[in-house]
Each structure stands twice: as structure tokens, then as C-alpha cells.
């Protein structure tokens, strides 16, 4: 297995020192990530690309699946590398590799050189071709548009056909840019907006304010897990849950019904500004749009933006909800938002879109401001990567089972792609394939006269799932753990 990796463009126009120090980063994001999954798998850093390479194929998917997903990298190719002579050496090698899919196709050489050799690009695209053309009958050569395009790359005496193409994520690589504090709900906007941030090359730590218990604490922890874990995992970030329900009750209380919801965001950002201010962190961000309700009109969300000194990014400021959901669903984020519960801790009869700088200082009079600081300084603060022992922490009333009864019923709730990947079979009873982020919505259409075992490969996603289930009143579901 041998695959080329190519840098993201942007990071080629910027100057030389910095364009190596982000190719060695992206270098360095690689092999974390690849080692901690996979063995035996080489990433070399080849100055204007990275080379990823195994003596066998055993973990191919894996390492695909890392590469297009690990921003700041614009494409991965997949070579045959072989040593040649001259250009009929190469003419000789390519028919080889492609005389089985050129039947009755048409067909174009690109070629790229690099090194010292006795001929041009052109002339190389143009003596592969032809012979190409002269050796198969049924193939014919076209420029524009054709059936199959054929890539090779020379470079020095290396010869690279070029298997297969495969869309990077873009971007610059994690850790080129400043850490960002990301104010997460679960939702759809939160999830992509996050998303934005990671894939432009920032550590996104997860803020979220708890205003509706455990259940909807374990749903947006899985959230921020899943975008972490899959665009993200070469970084090491924080998620820090703020018990915001006395706030909450406190606006209830002292403040005019108008100017809640304003005012509700305004604690927001101080208590997110204060935990920023922390750690070190310049910049949050929040998955706004412009109009989308009420408290963000262009008035409102200044109004909001005062109270903290803290930049605050909106990279939805000016998208349509239909574009956010598209992009939820391409990320992977679409059906957790969907099954995610909504609070919204304060419902506002007419609330203000125009909101008046003298007027909200006058209600927030009303507030004790000693329950903001209480709440912000009893956050709770965990690594995201330990978030298999908290887990197991936040849920011991969770039964793991190990050796299977007859009767009993094992649903796998990996992904359609680790399923797919290694199958889960056992004769000894039934095994129902049901995706973690559809867990929530068609458990409860299963027989619950039967007994639920949920099966995921670490056993993480399994045990945030079950004491969800037991949030929800299901009581007959357990965590399957094999030895």
C-alpha cells in the first residue's frame, strides 16, 4: 500500500518557513492519529507531499478513512510505484496496469516530471498514449472529457500510476491555527460550526451549558465525541459542561419576560468568556445566523457581543438553515441533532428584537451575579479523550454482560461502515443492527418484552447509549462486553 498525500494549496502560497512548519504539522497529525489505529503503517514527510506506505493492505480503509478526514489535505492518491529505464519502459509498465479498463473506452495521458530526464511531460503523454493506442483497437485517444483519465508521475527513475483519487477535507492542518472555545448544544447549527473551525485548523474545546439534565448532557457529549474522534482526534481538547439550570431560574425570577431570551445569551457568553479567559483561549464560537430567531438580529447579537471581551466567531452568520442540515448530514452530524432534545430554558411571550443597551442593564440590576460566578466555577472539566472513563464513571448502574443467554438480543450500534467492516457474529443468539444515532429513535419500536444488549467496539458509545435508554424509562437494556 503506498499513497501520496498532498497539502491543501493554501499552505504552498504562504512563505517557505511557514509552509514547512504547517506540512510538518500535518505530518505530525498523520502519524499520531494512524499509529494510535493501525500498525505497521510508515508517514514520511516528502517536502511537498507526505508519503504513507505499508508492506500490506490490512489496514488500507482504515488509513483512507484517516486521510480524508484530517484537514489540510486537498487529495490522496493511490500509486503504483515501480522503478524504469526510458519512456518505453514506462509505455510498457502502464499498458500493463490499464489494458484491462481501456477496452472500447476512450482515454487521455496526463503526466508529471520531476528530476532530470531526456524528455518533457508532453512527450511523455504523448508516447504513453499512443502506444496505448496502437496496442488496444478498441481504446481511442480524447482530450476533452474522456472515459478514463490515466495519471503517472515521474519522478528521478520512479515511475507512479496513479490507482485511485480521493477528495481531501481541505483546509490547513489542526494546531495552524489558535485554540477556539466552541459553545455546543447538539444541534444542527452548533455541530457544523465546530466542524468549520476544525477543518480551518483550530483545537475546538466544547462548551456546553446543561439546561435539561443527563440525558441531554450524554447526547451532545456524543456530539462533540464524534467530531472530535473523526475530524479531530490528533488534538488533545477539553469539554467543559456548565450547569446552567439556576441561572436559568434566576432570568425566570428577575427579569422582564421581552428580554429574556437576550439576556439568557448574555450569560452565555460572560460564562463563556470567564472559562476562555482560563485557558488561554482568544475566541469563541457559536453556531448564529442572522435572523434565523429572534434574539439574532444584527441589534440583538451586539448587544449580546458586550458583555465579553472574548472574540466571537459565527461561521453561519449568513448561511440558509437548508445549508447547515446538508452539511450536518455530509459530516455525519445530521441524525444526532435530530434525536437531540430541545431546551431552551427560557420561552419569551414577545420577545425583543431590537433590544436597548439601558433597558437590559436594567434587568440584569435584578440578577445576582454571585450564581453566575457559583455555576462557572463548579464546571466540570474533562478530556475529551477520557471520555470512555467518564463514561463508566457517570453510569456504574449500567450492567455489562460478557457471556450471552440464548434469548437475549445484541444490538450492534457501530456505524453502517465499521459494521460493514467487521461484521459481528454470534450463533448463540440474534443480533439486530441499529446505528448509534438512531438508537434514540427506533428503540423504542423493538419488543421490549425482550432484553437489549448494545455492542460497540470500545464500549464507549454503548455505555453513554444505555444510560441515555435508562433516561428515556427503558430499564431492559444492557452494555455486551466480550473478553
Same mark, same amino acid.
Given at each position: 500500500?503506498?499513497? !501520496? ?28 492519529? +494512524? ?14 507531499? +507526505? ?98 483519465? !490515466? ?46 473551525? !476544525? ?104 448587544? !449580546? ?78 478530556? +475529551? ?27 450492534? +450500534? ?70
Amino acid at each position: 500500500m503506498k499513497l !501520496i498525500v498532498r497539502p491543501h494549496p493554501e499552505i504552498f502560497v504562504k512563505s517557505e518557513s511557514v509552509r514547512k512548519r504547517f506540512t510538518r504539522i500535518l505530518e505530525c497529525n498523520l502519524r499520531n492519529i +494512524i499509529k494510535r489505529r493501525t500498525r505497521s503503517v510508515a508517514v514520511f514527510n516528502r517536502r511537498d507531499h +507526505i508519503e504513507v506506505s505499508s508492506e500490506s493492505h490490512d489496514y488500507y480503509e482504515q488509513v483512507i478513512e484517516i486521510l480524508t478526514h484530517t484537514p489540510g489535505i486537498h487529495h490522496v492518491l493511490e500509486v503504483k510505484q515501480s522503478q524504469f529505464t526510458d519512456m518505453h519502459n514506462i509505455f510498457e509498465q502502464v499498458l500493463e496496469t490499464n489494458q484491462a479498463q481501456l477496452d472500447n473506452k476512450t482515454f487521455v495521458v496526463r503526466a508529471k516530471r520531476r528530476g532530470k530526464h531526456d524528455f518533457t511531460s508532453i512527450e511523455l503523454e504523448r508516447y504513453v498514449g499512443g502506444g496505448l493506442n496502437q496496442a488496444i483497437e478498441s481504446a481511442k485517444v480524447k482530450l476533452k472529457n474522456p472515459d478514463v483519465t !490515466i495519471n503517472i508521475e515521474v519522478t528521478n527513475d520512479i515511475l507512479d500510476q496513479v490507482i485511485a483519487r480521493h477528495k481531501g477535507l481541505g483546509g490547513f492542518p489542526l494546531g495552524t491555527q489558535e485554540d477556539v472555545l466552541s459553545l455546543i448544544s447538539g444541534g444542527f447549527d452548533s455541530g457544523v460550526s465546530s466542524y468549520l473551525h !476544525i477543518k480551518r485548523g483550530s483545537k475546538v474545546h466544547y462548551c456546553f451549558f446543561n439546561l435539561g439534565g443527563p440525558a441531554h448532557e450524554i447526547g451532545v457529549k456524543q456530539v462533540a465525541h464524534y467530531l472530535w474522534n473523526k475530524f479531530g482526534s490528533s488534538a488533545k481538547v477539553k469539554f467543559i459542561s456548565v450547569d446552567f439550570e439556576p441561572v436559568v431560574a434566576e432570568i425566570l425570577e428577575k427579569v422582564d419576560d421581552g428580554q429574556m431570551g437576550v439576556v439568557l445569551k448574555r450569560m452565555f457568553m460572560r460564562a463563556a468568556g470567564k472559562i476562555a479567559d482560563k485557558f488561554g483561549i482568544q475566541a469563541l464560537v457559536t453556531g448564529e445566523a442572522l435572523g434565523q430567531v429572534s434574539s439574532q438580529t444584527l441589534t440583538n447579537l451586539r448587544m !449580546i457581543d458586550n458583555v465579553t471581551d472574548s472574540l466571537i466567531l459565527r461561521p453561519l452568520i449568513n448561511w440558509d438553515k437548508e445549508d447547515i442540515i446538508n452539511l450536518a448530514r455530509t459530516i455525519g452530524t445530521e441524525d444526532f441533532a435530530k434525536t437531540m432534545p430541545e431546551y431552551c430554558g427560557v420561552i419569551s411571550k414577545k420577545p425583543t428584537v431590537k433590544a436597548r443597551q439601558d433597558k437590559l442593564e436594567a434587568e440584569e440590576s435584578h440578577f445576582d451575579f454571585a450564581i453566575l460566578d457559583q455555576v462557572v466555577y463548579d464546571a466540570r472539566i474533562m478530556d +475529551i479523550r477520557e471520555i470512555a472513563e467518564q463514561a463508566q464513571q457517570a453510569a456504574p448502574e449500567v450492567e455489562q454482560v460478557s457471556q450471552l443467554q440464548n434469548d437475549a438480543v445484541v444490538l450492534d +450500534i457501530r456505524s453502517p461502515e465499521e459494521e460493514d467492516e467487521q461484521p459481528l457474529e454470534l450463533d448463540q443468539c440474534e443480533v439486530k443492527h441499529i446505528p448509534f444515532y438512531k438508537l434514540a429513535t427506533q428503540f423504542g419500536d423493538l419488543d421490549q418484552s425482550k432484553e437489549y444488549l448494545l455492542y460497540c467496539d470500545r464500549g464507549v458509545m454503548s455505555r453513554l447509549q444505555a444510560l441515555y435508554l435508562q433516561e428515556q424509562g427503558f430499564h431492559n437494556v444492557k452494555v455486551y462486553r466480550p473478553h
